[in-house]
């Protein structure tokens, strides 16, 4: 299965419009590509703006022939209006040949993942509803235990959150770009589930057992923030991100 993730910063003043653009004009056409079996929006950020569409295809080929086709160029011209503006500007010479400066507008990121789910696991899991919670980990692991940590992951990380309760869907995602970047997704029934796991210290025991496999930067920094007591932040932190489902459909 391959994962899809398109990260967009809305305008404040436009989630509820976005959200019905998504389901009226986004779910129809979606539903109607090959191969798309699941789209969703999660939101996330300290306010709520960092938006994410999500999708679930059963080849990346499919999934790289929406992205190449009208369809998706049409959709994300539309989307255009509800998105924030960046932090950038940019300066341009009007007609009378003054200097202007003005915002630019947020571009949507654009990031792809496979993932080892076949389509009945995905049909058991049955994602949707909008009392869901999404928990994304990021992590950067060593190119020469990439193949140690994807067998801890299935071994030990699945099969604790496999029997944790609220858990309803729990997977791991490699990244199509950066060779040694992953996203385990988990998919809960509710945020109070969520942090029942989170504060039960299972979570600190899964990162302690795989935790050799990380990123040799990231374990240098763990060392020097133990000999320093101190909180260094990296690039290649593990990185944990929670998003409520805002909306989300099967198409199968």
């Given at each position: 299965m391959f994962m899809r993730l398109l990260q967009l910063n809305i305008s404040p003043d436009h989630g509820e419009?976005?959200?019905a653009f998504y389901i009226d004009k986004v779910y129809p056409l979606l539903h109607k590509m090959q191969g798309c079996l699941f789209a969703g929006l999660i939101k996330g950020g300290a306010d709520g703006t960092e938006i994410i569409s999500i999708t679930f295809w059963e080849t990346q080929e499919q999934a790289d022939s929406y992205?190449?086709?009208?369809v998706f160029t049409n959709l994300l011209s539309e989307a255009k209006p509800f998105l924030s503006e960046s932090n950038e500007w940019k300066v341009q010479l009007s007609d009378k040949m003054e200097l202007e400066y003005a915002p630019v507008q947020e571009e949507p990121i654009i990031k792809k993942y496979t993932a080892a789910i076949n389509k009945?696991?995905?049909q058991k899991a049955k994602i949707a509803g909008t009392q869901m919670y999404?928990?994304?980990v990021s992590l950067k692991i060593q190119e020469d235990k990439l193949e140690?940590?994807?067998n801890l992951y299935s071994e030990l990380v699945m099969k604790m959150l496999k029997e944790t309760p609220g858990c309803k869907f729990v997977f791991l995602t490699e990244s199509m770009t950066e060779k040694n970047e992953f996203l385990s997704v988990t998919i809960w029934d509710s945020?109070?589930?969520a942090y029942r796991y989170e504060n039960s210290g299972k979570f600190e025991e899964l990162t302690n057992r795989i935790k050799h496999t990380f990123s040799q930067f990231y374990l240098w920094k763990m060392a020097l923030e133990k000999e320093y007591s101190a909180k260094i932040k990296t690039t290649d932190d593990l990185k944990v991100e929670s998003?409520?489902?805002v909306t989300g459909k099967s198409f199968l």
């Open positions: 419009q976005f959200k992205e190449k086709s009208s009945e696991d995905y999404v928990r994304i140690e940590f994807k945020k109070e589930d998003y409520n489902l």
